[in-house]
């Protein structure tokens, strides 16, 4: 009966080890299962910015109100009939490092 037993536990363990141990294991597919969940959140923040950058290219192809404000703001433009004014504190007027001005050349 002894011998019976071992042959049995051994039929078991060679059974058990492609299960946790081997190609296909449990082991495996939880760890596929981690990488799976980091992907897709991964997809999903890059969905979340292609959306916003094909909002900005729809409303850059239609509206112009889009291009003006990126004038406005990444190049500093004004329009034709607008004044432009520069406030600049009096702290910043006095430092030798401050830019000279264009009008005065000081």
């Known amino acids: 009966m002894k011998p019976l037993s071992f042959v049995l536990a051994g039929l078991l363990l060679a059974l058990q080890y492609p299960l946790w141990i081997g190609k296909g294991s449990w082991l495996r597919v939880w760890e596929l299962d981690r990488s799976l969940a980091q992907q897709r959140e991964t997809n999903g923040k890059l969905k979340a910015r292609n959306d916003a950058l094909d909002a900005e290219v729809r409303d850059l ?25 520069q406030v600049v504190s ?17």
């Open 90 to 106: 009096e702290s910043a007027a006095r430092s030798p490092s401050a830019p000279l001005s264009p009008a005065t050349g000081r």
């Open 61 to 85: 192809k239609q509206g112009l109100e889009a291009v003006e404000e990126r004038a406005r703001l990444e190049l500093g433009m004004i329009r034709k009939d607008e004044i432009f004014y």
